[in-house]
T-cell receptor, first 118, second 114 residues
């Protein structure tokens, strides 16, 4: 079956421009996560959506970052007025999100979007 | 102190040996623990998860959890060059902002020498 997909795979932009990154989760997964991974670093949590609940935005590094999830499926991460320190790989993951069993929290990752801010 | 700590490595083992990857975490109330493998330039892929104290085996992989010591490890038996990757430990911490948020360690780079 189809896994998590993300687009674009690579994005090069100029400092100060806005960018939008897209994530299509696995069909039926109710939970969706965005992470950021800088070169040689671990994953930094950004934001989490679960069904129709209010998202957990506790990881967003500044108010230039925002995300939405339409219809409980596709999500878009928007970075306004990009800065060079925003350069990283942005990873999206989804999980079943139901609490019926121990596997509810298994997260499956997309291929990521490599963002380069010049 | 980082919430999830891993030795960054690099860890080198000869082909056929056992590779041992370790992870400690700060939140004693953490419930679930995950090991991900990440090849260079690729996204993380789930290898194993463990919830209960003790060992959990899956093929050549064994996850070990000791909640009293706040320690989780991954053993890879009969290591192969194809196991060369960065291994990420992730913990579902009770103190995290949401019940399902995972906190990741920075990863251990493993190299299996032919």
């Amino acid at each position: 079956g189809a896994g998590v997909s993300q687009s674009p795979s690579n994005k090069v932009t100029e400092k100060g421009k806005d960018v939008e990154l897209r994530c299509d989760p696995i069909s039926g997964h109710t939970a969706l996560y965005w992470y950021r991974q800088s070169l040689g670093q671990g994953l930094e949590f950004l934001i989490y959506f679960q069904g129709n609940s209010a998202p957990d935005k506790s990881g967003l590094p500044s108010d230039r970052f925002s995300a939405e999830r339409t219809g409980g499926s596709v999500s878009t991460l928007t970075i306004q007025r990009t800065q060079q320190e925003d350069s990283a790989v942005y990873l999206c993951a989804s999980s079943p999100g139901t609490s019926g069993g121990p596997s509810y929290n298994e997260q499956f990752f997309g291929p990521g979007t490599r963002l380069t801010v010049l | 102190q980082k919430e999830v700590e891993q030795n960054s490595g690099p860890l080198s083992v000869p082909e056929g040996a056992i590779a041992s990857l370790n992870c400690t975490y700060s939140d004693r109330g953490s419930q679930s623990f995950f090991w991900y493998r990440q090849y260079s330039g690729k996204s993380p892929e789930l290898i194993m998860f463990i919830y209960s104290n003790g060992d959990k085996e899956d093929g050549r992989f064994t996850a070990q959890l000791n909640k009293a010591s706040q320690y989780v490890s991954l053993l890879i038996r009969d290591s192969q060059p194809s196991d060369s990757a960065t291994y990420l430990c992730a913990v579902n911490m009770r103190s995290s902002g949401s019940a399902r948020q995972l906190t990741f360690g920075s990863g251990t780079q493993l190299t299996v020498l032919p």
